[in-house]
């Protein structure tokens, strides 16, 4: 079973930034396309970065140039460093596998708020 576990979250102006990290239990995020996922309250989970195992990233129109998705083999870290933050992006954000994903862990809340 391969634990996640996010951190790096909390509360933030608008304009501000945050880098979120994301560890896992064993090593696999050299070998596996990894994402950031965030949840707001009400809406569905959604996709808003990713990097394939070759080091390919795309984002989330949403986030597109304000969002970075990086990783630290060595380290077994994912992270992702988020710029520019605004209200809507308050959310609870997870990091999982793109296919095939993990058991969810508890993520780490992201508050954009004046």
């Known amino acids: 079973q391969v634990q996640l576990v996010e951190s790096g979250g909390g509360l933030v102006q608008p304009g501000g930034s945050l880098r979120l990290s994301c560890t896992a239990s064993?090593?696999?995020?050299?070998?596996?396309?990894m994402g950031w996922y965030r949840q707001a309250p009400g809406k569905e989970r959604e996709l808003v970065a990713r990097?394939?195992?070759?080091?390919?990233?795309n984002y989330a129109d949403s986030v597109k140039g304000r969002f970075t998705i990086s990783r630290d083999s060595a380290k077994n870290t994912l992270y992702l460093q988020m710029n520019s933050l605004k209200p809507e992006d308050t959310a609870v954000y997870y990091c999982?596998?793109?296919?095939?994903?993990?058991?969810w862990g508890q993520g780490t809340l992201v508050t954009v708020s004046s």
């Open positions: 064993v090593s696999i995020f050299s070998i596996n396309g």
């Open positions: 990097i394939t195992s070759a080091g390919t990233t």
């Open positions: 999982n596998r793109l296919i095939g994903q993990y058991n």
